[in-house]
């Protein structure tokens, strides 16, 4: 199925090249502030059944869905505050992605 | 105010829920395009004790849970800050939604 893919995987409104809602683009941006460039994402808007069967298939109503390793993460708002306390950069460890965040804190500590 | 009726829904399902301490329920429509008072898009923060030692995806599932029926229906998206007592003491924020980048208009 779609979510096991890649390690990564999204479904949002629209693209990471031109998001079509605030949350999806959260997203976008969380990912892009780690590093994270290389992920598959899946426009919902452009397949209704896509829509609703990824709403079906993790019990969850909204879009946008974030999947790492094949297991639903959640929303925008777990990403986010994933990523403000640290656990974000874990899990990414965890799928052999280094955040880049990582090398800005190692840069800091230098100073 | 006390917002619209279906702001009044929240609030009583989610009281009814999670005995929250502390509730905030903000109809967050007019930021995507739709007309005040619109009652599309949500944003709630909800402080409880019953999300004691559950994790974040828990604790949303409980929250969406409880408005089963609103998310089946009218509304459209629901923005989820979910903490224990212990966290909001320490941490009392609530974050606004991101911004609406035009939706579905586009």
């Known amino acids: 199925r779609l979510v096991r893919e890649h390690p990564v995987v999204v479904f949002m409104k629209g693209s990471p090249a031109q998001p079509l809602c605030g949350f999806s683009n959260a997203v976008v941006q969380i990912l892009r502030l780690h590093g994270v460039e290389d992920y598959r994402a899946h426009d919902v808007l452009q397949d209704p059944d896509l829509r609703q069967g990824i709403k079906n298939y993790s019990n969850w109503p909204t879009i946008p869905q974030v999947y790492l390793n094949g297991e639903f993460v959640g929303g925008c708002d777990i990403l986010l505050q994933m990523h403000q306390n640290g656990d974000l950069v874990e899990e990414l460890k965890k799928l052999g992605i280094r955040s880049a965040l990582l090398d800005a804190e190692k840069d800091q500590e230098k100073k | ?106």
């Open chain 2, 1 to 106: 105010g006390s917002g619209g009726p279906l702001a009044r829904t929240i609030r009583a399902k989610l009281t009814a829920a999670l005995q929250p301490t502390h509730l905030e329920v903000r109809d967050d429509s007019p930021l995507h395009g739709g007309p005040p008072g619109a009652e599309t898009h949500f944003g709630v923060l909800v402080v409880s004790g019953r999300f004691s030692g559950l994790s974040l995806l828990q604790r949303h599932r409980l929250v969406h849970e409880a408005l089963q029926a609103e998310l089946a229906g009218p509304l459209h998206a629901l923005q989820v800050i979910a903490r224990t007592p212990q966290q909001w003491q320490s941490d009392p924020q609530n974050p606004p939604a991101p911004p609406c980048l035009g939706g579905s208009k586009r």
